[in-house]
């Protein structure tokens, strides 16, 4: 069944350490992107995609990086995290329709970070 | 700046009853605009779409209203059931092909 699947679904962390939170699609779409949410807040975007080799900085993307070496890939790491990174992380991908809009979002189910 | 404001932060209706949620945006000039749900601890799930040129969606209870000149959507769910709890988002592009923008959502609780 086509899905879109993150892991860890939860992770607790001690400040400093590195750490990466994969993002994986069996769809097929080549839009992908990470959006941070905080309780009762709005999604923030992080990072987005449009394809193999191709990413884009979004509004909180500073301490963090991503890479998309294949299509269905797509991990978000962080070099070094801090406890204001606790947070719900979210992957979404979407298909390219040409024209580049219209577009629904598939959600992943989100990883939950608390970094002490 | 740009905005968009999602009317309240909760909302409390009698199952049964219609549920109607606002969605208002400054300074955004969007082709179409989208509602999601969201339950506690999930991604947020695709719901409908709306185009510029449409002044109403509909699917199955529920039905969206999109007016460009008041630049507000509204989102509706008829016979509201306690199932239907849940928080909605609405989002729209910034611009041409841009990631989508989010609301901050509604939280829709349906009491029985």
């Known amino acids: 069944e086509a899905d879109i699947y993150q892991t860890p679904r939860y992770l607790v962390i001690g400040t400093g350490k590195k750490i990466t939170l994969e993002c994986s699609q069996t769809m097929g779409h080549d839009k992908m992107y990470w959006y941070q949410q905080d309780p009762g807040m709005e999604l923030h975007l992080i990072h987005y995609?449009?394809?193999?080799?191709?990413?884009e900085k979004g509004d909180l993307s500073s301490e963090s990086t991503v890479s998309r070496i294949r299509t269905e890939h797509f991990p978000l790491t962080l070099e070094s995290a801090r406890p204001s990174h606790t947070s719900q992380y979210l992957c979404?991908?979407?298909?390219?329709?040409?024209?580049?809009?219209?577009?629904?979002?598939?959600f992943g189910s989100g990883t939950q970070l608390s970094v002490l | 700046s740009q905005k968009i404001e999602q009317n309240s932060e909760a909302l409390n209706i009698q199952e049964g009853k219609t549920a109607t949620l606002t969605c208002n945006y400054t300074n955004y000039s969007p082709a179409y605009l989208q509602w999601y749900r969201q339950d506690p601890g999930r991604g947020p799930v695709f719901l409908l779409l709306i185009r510029e040129n449409e002044k109403e969606k509909r699917k199955e209870r529920l039905k969206v209203t999109f007016d460009t000149t008041l630049k507000q959507s509204l989102f509706h769910i008829t016979a509201s059931q306690p199932a239907d709890s849940a928080t909605y988002l609405c989002?729209?592009?910034?611009?041409?092909?841009?990631?989508?923008?989010f609301g901050k959502g509604t939280r829709l609780s349906v009491i029985a």
């Open positions: 989002a729209l592009e910034a611009s041409g092909n841009t990631p989508l923008v």
């Open positions: 979404a991908s979407s298909e390219w329709t040409g024209g580049g809009t219209n577009e629904k979002l598939f």
């Open positions: 995609s449009y394809g193999v080799n191709s990413t």
